[in-house]
């Protein structure tokens, strides 16, 4: 009779305009490992914040049961105080304090106006016996690497008395050796009687530790696999319940156009993080794209695609840079400037719009010009009339939705907001355009639309490099397709040869031969 | 124009219209006083250092609610050099002015490279020369003088930052002063019927003919109901010059350049403007460079009007800068407000603080009046956003 600790009955989570969490079920029994895997998107983070309070109960439908009582949590605290714990993805971890503070932010011991610092102390030292760190509890945060944060974040959870834990891509950001390690650790978590969940892209990892195995796909539970005979679960079964979707008429054909010459070469491209200058987040990446060609940037999230973008447009991301970049056969020396690379014809859209794309507080128009205003200028007096008839020349091209160009970029919906971004680069007269996710976050009508631009883009003779981590998108897209992971590029392939199933087997061999 | 029309514009020019009620509510209880000439002249010379600083404010805040707190005591340092350069050491007050210019630009290039390149932030930077300058301005004051004050500077400085143009004896109508009146209304009725006239050439969105006569003739009109009290009170006040000088050049810059166009975007979001080419960091320097400047041009209006260097010169310009900004309507997170906003900001200030002399209001009273003025005016800006929305 299985014992079960967790059961998420027919959730249902709306946000205006979409269906997030479309009748999920989850089942968790105790003590076990269950794995939960889906695309990006797919809407595993969204139900573990159904679980975890942060959605409080009422913004959604269906029920929580845990310990065979129907839970009703509004906030985090309400969660953690019945041993729901989540880690998530991003270090939630404060560099400047000690890891003893880190770990009992918010769940001070002591009494309420006096924090009792020998205890916290004490208590720190001994979870983090149990994750296996021999650190003291009292060095800061920012001088242990990544995979030891990771490991403070386990006992810090621990420490809150975390009968489930939940952990959301726990291994993205470490190494093979720390993954490995940190994969030992649930396990060894398992036979003390704990129950885990855990959310991984990796599939060789969730081979390795699940008992059982959710799939979701748009926001439905598609089946759930169990992971228990003497040979693991094979990776390509998962895989066809990740993928398994049809493809029908999503994306617009591209006919008749003739992919030229090289445009532009990147040889060798090694990029390091801003902040952690030892760690590569590019790592000795060559691509190359040509006139008129689409090429796709597949890759999960985290593996480098939007810092290789980033770094190519003007070293606006990273530092120490190394390798060459050409652009129509000779070779470029750019500077750290994104005006420089703007000068070079390249033009980076973001995948963030709102974070580092748009001013919202300012209208279409302001926002279209932005990025070329010298074209619409003399001696830097800005011609309003050009740049009226600009935005409206971009507003009909792109139709963009709006009663004027005069409305605030604020309040367009989504996927208009997203063409005032392309608007913006388009007007740039870019010759490289390199388009970061730029279909998130946006509805399937929009996005045919954006797919129709990139199209027309490429008659125009533009070289486009797009980045997605969505599949179906880059396979419907692209002349040809990169595949990413953790830094590096792994492979590359022609559209005519490429399957769902051959990229993500391409990821996964990557991952298991480093 | 129908009546939606009128109360759309009404509520857009809202703080114009509390101006114009403020006043009506001091000429009742002043029996008329503040609407008498020397009032008018008064309010100008009076406010004329926030007029100025109070631009260069506005520049600093567009780029993020950034501000700049050292101003003030500038002014007070700036003044004692300027007295030591003319008064104590009789230098010839062209150099005197250059030298007090290269002082300022010295400061503005210190700062903004301290704020935009080393990353100090702007209040904490600022903070360090409100306290410096005063300290360092007093004491240039007291070694030169036993008083503590600095006097007098010469006629030919007082000339150029004080006094009238083509004086004339008060309540005779001083001729230049209207006819310059007169040229101004005219050109402002012109400018924007033309502007009106290119707009609707070329096809683009206009306002009604209605909404565009009724803004002519409101602009107009107050513009000559100004000279025309100013030339019952001897004339243009020569620093009137420099104040309009000041908030034109600003105004074209803001509006119509790309240089003021990044200052806008980079308030508005600064990582957004980055990618999109803007060198952020040369806006932050440019920000304070400029604010440093347009101190210097405030210290000058300031010594000539008071004709002396003492070490409370400068007390508090720096919060009243900002509170015509605010009051104008200047995002105190920045990207958004106009020099035309702050400048109704800034009278609206100097209405209230005049209106509650002639009504001989206590002067601690009269501070308690503006705090709640200030926030009030920042509460109602917040809460008709919300409405928008």
Known sequence: MADILLGMKSITKTFPGVKALDNVNLEVERGEIHALVGENGAGKSTLMNVLSGIYPYGTYEGDIVYEGEVCKFNNIKDSERKGIVIIHQELALIPEMTIGENMYLGNERGKK?????????????????????????????????????????????????????????????????????????????????????????????????????????????????????????????????????????????????????????????????????????????????????????????????????????????????????????????????????????????????????????????????????????????????????????????????????????????????????????????????????????????????????????????????????????????????????????????????????????????????? | MNTKNVLASLKKNAMLVVLVLVYIFFMITTQGAIFKPLQFNALITQNAYVYILAVGMLMCMLTGGNIDLSCGSFVCLLGALGGVLMVVNKMNTGVSILLMLLIGIGYGCLLGYLIAYVHIPPWIATLAGYLAFRGLGTSILSANSNTGSIAPFPQDFLALFSGKLFSTKLNKLNVPCLAAGIAAAAIIVIVMFWSRASRVRKGYEVDSMGSTIAKAAIAAAAVLLVMWKLAYAGGIPTVLVWVVGVVLIYSFITSKTTVGRHFYVVGGNMEAARLSGVNTKRIMFLAYLNMAVLTVISTWTVMARFQAANSTAGTNYEMDAISACVVGGVSASGGSGTVLGMVIGATLIGVINLGMSLMNIDANYQKVVKGVVLLGAVAFDILSNKKKK
């Open chain 1, 113 to 514: 106006f006096a924090i009792d610092w020998n205890t916290t102390y004490a208590e720190a030292d001994k979870y983090l016996k149990m994750v296996g760190l021999t650190e003291s509890s009292k060095v800061q945060v920012k001088t242990i690497g990544t995979g030891k944060q990771q490991l403070v974040e386990i006992a810090k959870a621990l420490a809150k008395q975390a009968r489930l834990l939940i952990l959301d891509e726990p291994t993205s950001s470490l190494n093979e050796e720390d993954s490995r390690a940190l994969l030992d650790l649930m396990l060894e978590f398992k036979k003390q009687g704990m129950t885990m969940i855990i959310i991984t892209h990796k599939l060789n990892e969730v081979a390795y530790v699940a008992d059982k195995i959710t799939v979701i796909r748009d926001g439905t539970t598609i089946e759930t696999l169990e992971n228990h005979g003497p040979e693991p679960i094979s990776e390509e079964r998962i895989i066809k319940g990740m993928v398994g979707r049809e493809m029908t008429n999503r994306f617009p054909k591209r006919e008749g156009v003739k992919i030229g010459d090289v445009m532009m070469e990147v040889e060798n491209w090694t990029v390091h993080h801003p902040l952690y200058p030892e760690r590569k987040v590019v790592d000795n990446v060559s691509i190359n794209v040509r006139k008129g060609e689409v090429v796709g940037i597949y890759g999960l999230m985290g593996a480098g695609r939007t810092e290789l973008a980033m770094s190519i447009f003007g070293q606006s991301y990273g530092v120490n840079f190394s390798g060459k970049l050409k652009i129509d056969g000779k070779e470029i020396k750019m500077k750290k400037s994104e005006a420089d690379a703007i000068r070079h014809k390249i033009a980076y859209v973001t995948e963030d719009r709102k974070g580092n794309g748009l001013v919202l507080s300012q209208s279409i128009k302001v926002n279209t010009s932005l990025a070329n205003l010298n074209s619409i200028s003399s001696h830097t007096v800005i011609d309003k009339d050009k740049e009226y008839a600009v935005a409206e020349e971009y507003r009909e091209k792109l139709s963009i939705k709006t009663p004027s160009v005069e409305q605030l970029v604020g309040n367009l919906s989504g996927g208009n907001q997203q063409k005032v971004l392309l608007a913006k680069w388009m007007f740039a007269e870019p010759d490289i355009l390199i388009l970061d996710e730029p279909t998130r976050g946006i509805d399937v009508g929009a996005k045919y639309e954006i797919y129709c631009i990139i199209n027309d883009l490429a008659a125009a003779g533009k070289s486009v490099i797009m980045i997605s981590s969505e599949l179906p998108e880059v396979l419907g897209m692209s002349d040809r397709i990169y595949i990413m992971n953790a830094s590096k590029m792994i492979g590359e392939m022609k559209a005519e040869e490429a399957t769902q199933e051959n990229i993500m087997a391409a990821i996964l061999q990557s991952g298991r031969g480093a």
